[in-house]
């Protein structure tokens, strides 16, 4: 006898896999950029001006949603949430190239004085000190007497203007920030660093994918990864940036 199976009703067939796949992906690719747009980004780091607390190859996301909900075209906040703290480590746009993004952290907050004396740095008075800062040049450059004299380790006092903060790179020696180019406003911030999620080491100057052909190969011609030119820094996967 042959089963009987109830006429599909009009209207119900199935959709081809091929648009279920697409929709899928359309939705998947929507928010992952309202993500992006809103909550979380991604970020890595180029140059040595935050270590120890980031190394050259950490990959870092970046919380966008602390300190307010932002226009994604131009980074102006929408819905207020809190203001950037002293100490927290930041993205933001850099002020005199709005293509680039920096990532200091912030020293100086809105009406503070900020004063640096060889190589301390001064708020409102009072010597302020940053654990995670480091020195490593015994140097002491004077104060500058002109605009194209360095301030690295003599200058002011300035006062933070309202809307604007005063970032340093922990690395202070090795770091371009507001010592030499001025102040961040409120609006150029992308949000607050909170974990690193990939951390690599590699032959230096070399970029991700050369570094990685470089690991492999070794592989394939002595079977042993040749972490000289690749390594992961697994310790540093999931650590908190403090």
């Known amino acids: 006898m042959t089963p009987k199976y109830p006429a599909a009703r009009p209207g119900s067939q199935k959709k081809p896999f091929w648009r279920e796949y697409g929709e899928a992906l359309f939705i998947a690719l929507i928010m992952a950029l309202v993500i992006r747009a809103f909550l979380v980004q991604a970020f890595s ?11 050259i190859g950490d990959y870092l996301l970046v919380n966008k949603f602390t300190y307010g909900i932002r226009n994604p075209l131009t980074n102006k906040v929408w819905i207020p949430i809190s203001k950037p703290q002293r100490g927290d480590v930041v993205v933001f746009i850099f002020p005199q190239d709005p293509s680039k993004d ?33 020195y490593d040049d015994p140097m002491v450059i004077p ?17 933070v203007p309202a ?29 607050k660093a909170f974990i690193i999620y990939f951390s ?33 820094r697994w310790g540093r996967i999931g650590k908190i940036i403090h």
């Open 163 to 191: 809307n604007s903060y005063f970032v340093m790179g922990d690395n202070r020696d090795h770091s371009y920030d507001s010592r030499f180019w001025g102040f961040v406003p409120l609006d150029a911030f992308r949000g």
């Open 102 to 134: 920096y990532i200091k952290r912030v020293v100086g907050l809105p009406g503070d004085r900020i004063q640096i004396i060889n190589k301390k740095v001064m708020i409102n008075g009072k010597a302020f000190k940053t654990p995670e800062a480091v």
């Open 200 to 232: 690599w080491q590699g032959a230096s100057g070399q970029p991700f994918f050369q570094a990685l052909a470089g690991g492999a190969k070794g592989l394939i011609s002595h079977l042993s990864w040749n972490s000289n030119d690749f390594k992961v």
């Open 45 to 55: 780091i180029p140059s040595g001006s935050m270590q120890p607390t980031l190394l």
């Open 143 to 159: 104060a500058p007497q002109g605009p194209t004299e360095s301030a690295r380790d003599n200058m002011g006092p300035v006062e």
